[in-house]
């Protein structure tokens, strides 16, 4: 990874919100507490336990869910060259969602399959195979669309129609039906186990490492297809693993911790700000990664703080912290947009 001076501040500080985090809830647990549980025998106190089956696998879902929105909205970002590009923009999130919502709906049949991943049972599952159908649909039609731009007005489509579908199954779902669909739709880091965070950690360093080998094509693709041609760079292969690797990790977040909304938009910027709009995503990229996880754990932190006795969902800190850096984009791009 390549360094500059922040990025040990920025481990630093995820390290510190980390700690706070694990420490922060309905029981308080003291920092010496939290030194014994992870230098010393492992021990039967509930503290103890505590953090290992609870308090840890939040904060460590939290640091990889950031990560990948993050990184996720980063490679949209670029290969699509708009600055409000995110994992929901090629229909993933929605696709999760659409997926979500049929499970619920058809839950007692899914149970009677015994259907596990990685110990997930349902949402999970269902989640995954929704984001993996919108990802099938957006690569077969980059194999036909050449231009970038109606690619995503191809996934806007695709987002529109999931979401009505998604409208049609809660229309016609039961209110306890429909109040589970609406608490994963709110997003938590807390519903994950430790064995289950295990397998989502595996799953998203791969494809984490996988997309910082693709920086080299989103440094050229980020000036144009006619400057990538020029190059030699093979623009339909690169473009389609870029779209597999950005929507995977996506979809991925959205199936363990449901819709999150914001992050995947807001980090790459807040991070170019930090390194100078630096072009270079061999640098952006571990960064950005960083900086996820930093914002995600600091959410679920703040989601802790109004009454220890509740927690609220993640989604409500990310869009009051997410908005308003959105509207700075727009308001720092309007020329742009007023031109287009």
């Known amino acids: 990874m390549k360094r500059t001076p922040y990025t040990v501040l920025l481990i630093l500080a995820l390290l510190l919100l980390f700690i706070l985090d694990i420490t922060v809830g309905s029981t308080n647990i003291a920092i010496g507490e939290v030194y014994q549980w992870l230098f010393s025998s492992p021990s039967s106190d509930i503290n103890h336990k505590i953090l290992s089956e609870i308090r840890l696998p939040k904060a460590m879902t939290a640091c990889l869910a950031g990560s990948s929105l993050a990184v996720s909205g980063l490679m949209m970002q670029s ?36 259907i596990f991943i990685g110990g997930l049972l349902g949402t999970t599952v269902s989640a995954v195979l929704g984001a993996v159908l919108i990802l099938l649909l957006i690569s077969y039609s980059a194999n036909i669309v050449k231009n970038n731009t109606m690619l995503l007005i191809i996934g806007l489509m695709f987002s529109y129609i999931a979401g009505a579908l998604v409208a049609g199954i809660q ?40 997309s910082f080998f693709l920086s080299k094509p989103l440094d050229i693709l980020l000036f144009g297809e006619d400057y990538a ?11 389609l693993m870029i779209i597999l690797v950005s929507g995977f990790l996506g979809g991925c977040t959205t199936a363990f911790c449901g819709p999150i909304a914001f992050i995947g938009i807001a980090v790459p910027h807040l991070v170019k700000l930090l390194l100078k709009n630096s072009s ?51 308001i720092r791009h309007k020329a742009k947009y007023q031109n287009s």
């Open 229 to 239: 041609k020029s190059l030699g760079l093979n623009i339909k292969v690169s473009r």
């Open 280 to 330: 270079n995503h061999k640098l952006l990229i571990p960064h950005v990664a960083l900086m996820g996880a930093l914002v995600a754990v600091f959410c679920d932190l703040i989601a802790q703080l109004p009454s220890y006795a509740t927690v609220l969902p993640i989604n409500v800190i990310t869009s009051i912290l997410g908005a308003p850096i959105v509207i700075w984009i727009i």
């Open 171 to 210: 229309f016609y779902s039961n209110a306890n039906d429909l109040q589970s669909f609406v608490i994963w739709g709110m997003g938590s880091f807390g519903k994950v186990t430790l064995s289950e965070v295990k397998v989502f950690a595996i799953i998203t360093i791969i494809t984490l490492l996988i």
């Open 79 to 114: 290969i699509f060259r708009n600055p409000l590009a995110g994992p929901f923009v090629l229909g993933i999130t929605s696709g999760a969602s659409l997926g979500v919502a049929i499970s619920i709906m058809l839950s007692s049949v899914l149970v009677s399959f015994n």
